[in-house]
């Protein structure tokens, strides 16, 4: 029996002693067998983060016969899949279980305000330890807890705010400035914040203010022109406005789903953000900070979810198209994504942003020709100033292309605009390598490459492999020794550390590095030449 037979055996071993303890602990109380075989595999799609079947199965979980923070998982499972139901049971039996249950305190607080039901029980089992005391009193502000406001010159900022808009909504509009200026004079600025001032400031006709804080934002349309101050004078509603109590009150949730956010705390950034937008499901601010949680959690699906049917008219509609980007790049298929991004940029021809984006979606999508085209375009048009990124990617379309003289051209034109960025200095330098001309330059660029991203293990093998192609085999196994230490499962590095090694003579342990790019990448694209490295070496 091998060593790697013994060792599966052993973690089998482990495995099954594992649940067996969970189940001891967790599960006094079994429940049939059926129920039981779907507990444990919705145990296993939560360990593994398997969305799809943790929702099928968390349902079937009998929560009466599990302890309270298995419980509370399931509560924030519920959320997460807008299953309010089930979410509303759940916190009904932690509620019954520990009536200072925080997380189920603040659940039942939005569920009974939704349904006009009274909250003072809510409000008076929520124990401060667990946010800010601020965030109790805005709580208990937006529920009319208590009418009492402090003096503006004794409130916090955030406090200040709060009362600043409960004030507005009520129509006390000279009153709500003496708070709402105080964020201005602390400093107390955000996306968000600047939203609010606008608002309040175009409210009371200080539009010179106004001007200042729209300015600030740069929003702009799908044709990408800067919208004027009047267009949300007039549509404030785009930029959610505080109308009423129940906006107030998504608006305190939005910032304690912020304050865990800051804290790293991203379950319970998700769990309080899913409760303001239960609030006000179309609260921009709240939407874009959800997305950062999701992204953070790795939670691409439900980003995916909340980014669907994007409105044009939305000052956010850019951005959030560009945040839709990067998760789809987490999936292989990305037709759907390209279809809307086409769809888009016919409808606003002038929007280079788009174009941008479609080209480098062709490029991923190995779609070489169409990229270039769009690459082109946008290179051609004179609004565009800063034109070196575009450059870049479409020298790496020509280069794919085996297009090698424009790809080159492309290349050079986009260093000469920003001679200090490491990943053009990386792939000129390693093209150069690839073809075995221009080596001295080639190692003079990777060195300068691997000064300004020193940690960058592709850049450190580049280097490492301009040094064994130039003969500098010791200071060759140095730098793809660091390369392979940043990233030891990247098959090529691997095999480019067996290759000095085997030539500085250390023969052994450049076979051992061969073998290990199999074991890594069995199908390797070099595989024939790996194995015929471990059978007889190299030159």
């Known amino acids: 029996m091998g060593a790697g037979q013994i060792t599966q055996i052993c973690k089998n071993k482990f495995f099954f002693l594992s649940i067996y303890i969970f189940f001891s602990i967790f599960l006094p109380k079994l429940v049939i067998s059926n129920d039981y075989g779907k507990y444990l595999s919705w145990s296993y799609a939560r360990q593994n983060s398997d969305f799809e079947n943790l929702e099928n199965l968390y349902s079937f979980v009998d929560f009466k016969n599990v302890n309270k923070s298995l419980l509370e998982e399931i509560l924030f499972q ?8 089930k979410a509303k049971e759940i916190s009904e039996e932690l509620s019954r279980r520990d009536q200072k249950n925080f997380s189920a305190n603040l659940f039942n ?13 809510n409000i008076e089992n929520i124990e ?4 800010e005391l601020s965030f109790l009193k805005a709580l208990i502000l937006w529920t009319n807890q208590d009418s009492e406001i402090a003096e503006s010159s004794s409130c916090i900022p955030l406090l200040c705010m709060h009362y600043g808009i409960k004030l507005m909504v009520q129509g006390k509009k000279k009153q709500a400035m003496n708070y709402l200026t105080k964020l201005d004079d602390k400093k107390f ?6 939203e609010l001032l606008f608002l309040a400031y175009s409210k009371t006709k200080d539009f010179e203010k106004a001007k200042v804080k729209i300015d600030s934002l740069s929003f702009k349309d799908a044709n990408l022109k800067r919208y004027t101050m009047q ?23 939005y910032n304690i789903s912020s304050w865990y956010y800051q804290k790293n705390l991203f379950k319970y950034s998700v769990f309080f953000g899913k409760l303001s937008l239960r609030l006000r499901p179309n609260f921009n601010a709240m939407k874009i900070l959800l997305l950062n949680a999701y992204d953070q959690l790795d939670y691409n699906r439900f980003a995916i979810n909340l980014l669907r049917n994007l409105n044009q008219n939305n000052p956010y509609f850019m951005k959030l198209i560009k945040i839709k980007g990067t998760f789809y790049e987490k999936f292989k298929d990305k037709k759907d994504f390209i279809s809307e991004l086409e769809r888009i940029s016919n409808n606003f021809p002038n929007n280079w942003e788009v174009k941008l984006l479609l080209a480098d979606k062709y490029r991923n999508n190995k779609e070489y020709n169409a990229s270039i085209n769009l690459y082109t375009s946008v290179i051609n048009d004179e609004i565009v100033i800063e034109k070196w990124p575009v450059l870049y990617s479409r020298g790496i379309a020509y280069e794919r292309l085996n297009k090698w003289n424009q790809a080159e051209v492309d290349f050079k034109e986009a260093l000469k605009l920003n001679p200090d960025d490491p990943y053009i ?14 080596l001295k330059k080639a190692v003079n660029y990777l060195e300068k490459a691997v ?8 850049i450190l093998d580049s280097l490492g492999w301009a040094y064994y192609l130039t003969d500098q085999i010791d200071k060759s196994i140095y730098y793809l020794e660091k390369a392979v230490s940043i990233m030891p499962n990247d098959a090529t590095l691997n095999d480019h550390l067996g290759d000095a090694l085997w030539k500085s003579g250390r023969k052994l342990e450049g ?25 007889s070496g190299i030159d």
């Open 425 to 438: 200095l990386n792939y000129l330098a390693y093209s150069w390598l690839d073809r075995n001309i221009n």
């Open 78 to 85: 519920s959320v997460v899949f807008d299953n309010w139901k």
């Open 511 to 535: 076979i051992s590095q061969w073998k290990r790019v199999l074991i890594i990448e069995p199908q390797y694209k070099n595989k024939k030449k790996i194995k015929q490295k471990i059978e």
């Open 451 to 458: 000064e300004l991203e020193p940690s960058d293990g592709y």
């Open 128 to 131: 401060p330890e667990y946010f």
């Open 109 to 121: 607080l939005v569920e009974n305000y939704l349904n006009k039901k009274n909250v003072t029980k």
């Open 231 to 253: 267009h949300f004078v007039k549509n404030n509603y785009l930029l959610n406005p505080v109308n009423n109590e129940k906006d107030g009150l998504a608006e305190t949730f």
């Open 189 to 194: 600025i955000s996306t968000r914040v600047s």
